[in-house]
């Protein structure tokens, strides 16, 4: 257990589809981190939250909509999302953002779209 | 962004043997940590490491910052210590390599 947790484990859905991927961290951190891993490929850093306020936005389609409403809570926001997207999404968290603490990272959804 | 290089890609280990797995990063980074990612995708931090050495029982991590590596040394490697270990490091955000995937065979 790693003070991170996210929903749901696994999502298969349609490229029609609308859904939303939870992330809750338990560890009074202030930064927040959706990360993209595909098979083969180096993790891929999404967005980053630091006090609620997005300072990192990684060239990420606008199929994919992250939303942050506290430090505790993010969201990322599915719809029109294409095969390609299938991957693991991980959340993580962090004492303050800037890369200068210790990362912890939830279970991830493995998301499948066909 | 930083590139990030990992070697061995791939390695397997008789149970109890030894290894080392290396880091090397294109640029200085102020933050380094290592990952293991077990069979079941989660992600556990090993070690945060910009510099100097740090042991935590069977597992140790060496950074030499001014030459840009990590090394990552596994002592009597058990089945558990299977899955992918992933160094990461960076000034503003993290960069990851593409990892070693570590089999351990009993």
């Known amino acids: 257990e790693t003070g991170v947790t996210q929903t749901p484990r696994h999502l298969v859905m349609g490229m029609t589809n609308k859904k939303s991927l939870k992330c809750e961290q338990h560890l009074g951190h202030n930064a927040m981190y959706w990360y993209k891993q595909s098979a083969k490929k180096p993790l891929e850093l999404m967005f980053v939250y630091n006090f609620k306020e997005q300072t990192e936005n990684n060239s990420v389609p606008s199929r994919f909509s992250p939303e942050c409403p506290n430090s505790s809570h993010l969201f990322l926001h599915l719809h029109t999302l294409q095969p390609e997207d299938s991957a693991l999404y991980l959340c993580?968290?962090?004492?303050?953002?800037?890369?200068?603490?210790?990362?912890?990272f939830g279970s991830g959804t493995q998301l499948s779209v066909l | 962004g930083i590139q990030v290089e990992q070697s061995p890609p791939d390695l397997i280990l008789q149970e109890g043997a030894n290894s080392t797995l290396r880091c090397n990063f294109s640029d200085s980074v102020n933050n380094l940590q290592w990952f293991h990612q077990n069979p079941w995708g989660q992600l556990i931090n090993l070690f945060y490491?910009?510099?100097g050495t740090k042991q935590n029982g069977r597992l140790s991590a060496t950074t030499v910052a001014t030459e840009r590596y990590s090394l990552l040394y596994i002592s009597s490697s058990q089945t558990t210590d299977s899955g992918v270990y992933f160094c990461?490091?960076?000034?503003?955000?993290?960069?990851f390599g593409t990892g070693t995937r570590l089999t351990v065979i009993p």
């Open positions: 990461a490091g960076g000034a503003n955000n993290l960069f």
């Open positions: 993580a968290s962090s004492p303050h953002g800037g890369a200068t603490g210790n990362l912890f």
């Open positions: 490491i910009p510099s």
